[in-house]
């Protein structure tokens, strides 16, 4: 069939307009390919370039963690309030619903429980089998100034090479240990050396004073680890105030799947993260719902 012609080619191939080339706008991204970028974008929300991560792999080290005995029954019904869900390939394969909507960052690093020494860590998970699980990105654990620190970083470096290969990103997740001081020095240190080796998100915790130097001095995302169940109100505040000072997003587990209404919670982390809702604002949210809950229970 012929090509209709009632338009001019100038306005069919507008040789006045420059082409257009827009790379994702997340931190880090400009210099990656289309497939990183796309990744990316699936995990941070374009909208905000930000991003509400449920961490729930604490069971590849500790077991049944106390919230996720049952995983179908705790974390799936709140999977629509995830922009990502930190997990392992055991639970994706046996208990995530396919159809479930927050992409997968995959847990790729793993070999010592609680009962040893928890830095002695490999590669677990091999990036053809993230891809097959169509993982968005793998996380691997960096222990900066623990005792296996050279491997733990090894394991890094070859993930970021494999998944070069494939296009799928690396989250290096660190300042984890037992007797580490995280303070802003620390942190900017293990942060900066998993960038530098080419991370593309680091996970890290959160610390009092001089967070923003943290986020500032690393060239890819900072996202805040939730660490230990705090009260609520605390937990948003400490998250606000990670995003207020550079964060590109919270990754929580035992503040939202321990918290008495994980919903509300993680509803609440939402609010701070995306709508940069102040900390009681947020808070006033999680109890009205928490509260029109407890009064249908309360019903029944």
């Known amino acids: 069939m012929p090509d209709i012609d009632s338009l001019t080619a100038e306005e069919r191939f507008a040789p006045a307009v420059p ?10 991204c400009a210099g990656l390919d289309w497939g990183m970028q796309s990744r990316l974008a699936r995990v941070f929300r374009p909208a905000t370039g930000r991003t509400v991560m449920l961490a729930i792999d604490h069971g590849y080290f500790q077991g049944p963690t106390t919230g996720l005995e049952r995983v179908d029954l705790s974390i799936v019904p709140l999977l629509p309030y995830a922009d990502a869900l930190m ?8 208990t995530i619903p ?3 909507s927050p992409p997968i960052v995959l847990r790729a690093s793993g070999g010592p429980s609680i009962l040893r020494e928890l830095s002695d860590e490999q590669i677990a998970v091999s990036m053809e089998d993230a891809a097959r699980l169509n993982a968005a990105a793998v996380a691997v654990q960096v222990f900066i100034g623990g005792e296996h620190e050279t491997q733990s970083v090894h394991n890094m470096t070859r993930l ?3 998944g070069q290969r494939y296009g799928i990103p690396v989250l290096a997740v660190t300042a984890v240990g037992r007797e580490l001081t995280r303070d802003a020095r620390y942190l900017r240190l293990a942060t900066r050396i998993c960038a530098e080796l080419g991370a ?3 996970k890290t915790y959160y610390c009092a004073e001089d967070f923003d130097t943290v986020t500032a001095a690393c060239p890819v995302p900072v996202v805040m680890a939730g660490g230990k169940k705090l009260p609520e109100l605390e937990a948003l505040t400490m998250a606000y105030r990670a995003i207020a000072e550079g ?5 929580m587990g035992r503040n939202i799947f321990q918290s ?3 919903a509300a919670m993680i509803q609440a982390v939402g609010a701070i993260v995306h709508e940069l809702a102040k900390p009681q604002s947020a808070f006033d949210r999680y109890l009205t719902p928490a509260g029109g809950q407890r009064q249908q229970e309360e019903q029944r």
């Open 19 to 28: 082409p257009r080339a827009e790379p994702y706008p997340l931190k880090g």
């Open 87 to 94: 997990t392992t390939r055991g639970i994706v394969r046996s």
């Open 98 to 100: 396919p159809g479930a």
């Open 160 to 162: 970021v090479d494999q």
């Open 200 to 202: 593309h998100v680091v």
């Open 247 to 251: 964060a590109a997003g919270v990754d």
């Open 260 to 262: 008495e209404h994980p």
